[in-house]
């Protein structure tokens, strides 16, 4: 609770995942990967429920011995490689019988985030007294330098000419969404089922925090910064 209103997080975890199958079950430095957003979460200061959102039995079982509670399976129209967890976090608001005022959205695919980049979150939306706020971080390269290919086979700067900046210190600073936290106000997020619009803050984290499990090499390449981290007493 934060100041008086409630906060309900949840942990969207699809059985079905494709680039890294079974991911949320896969070991992490010899801890299943979801194992790692739950204990974090489980800590915080602000969050009022825990909720793992999960069409999964196998997850299921497990997201409940970390603590976590899985009041129900997700339906399966929500569970589609399609299907956008936002509108799992809909229906689970609608069913699961009690008020919130603020949902959070953790992803258990950023297993380096702490809990105080969670409750940061949290708190930058309360505190601004915004619609919602989203996690991120600086991008590892800035979209001032990318590239799109126009129909004469020639280069066209992404960000136009007008923005094709070359030298990085004259460029302005961009972050993106690193997926390890987002949050609404539930009121507005049951009409619009997005965490973002003209009113949302941004909350931001070290990009050593930040990598998001998309493949082989994401899972490979956090196995060893979270090691390194953790021997540094930081995670």
Sequence with gaps: MIEGKRVLAVIP????SKGVPRKNLRPLNGRPLISWSIEEARKSAVIDRLVVSTEDEEIAAFARSCGA??????PAQFSTDTARPEDALVHLLGA???SFDYIAMIHSTVPLRTVEDVDGTIRACHESNATAAVATCVP???PFWMLTVGEDGRMVPLMGWD???RRRQDQPKVLIPNGAAFVCRVE???KTANFYGTDTVLYEMPAERSL????ELDFQM???LQARMAGKGKV
């Excluded at 975890?13 to 079905?16: I, V």
Aim: proline share 7%; charged share 30%; with cysteine.
């Design 222 to 224: 956090c196995e060893i």
């Design 188 to 190: 507005p997020f049951m």
């Design 96 to 98: 699961i019988g009690e």
């Design 140 to 142: 590892g390269k800035t």
């Design 212 to 215: 998001d499990i998309d493949t």
């Design 163 to 165: 923005g094709f900046v």
């Design 13 to 16: 975890a699809r059985g079905g």
């Design 69 to 74: 509670d899985v009041p129900f399976l997700r």
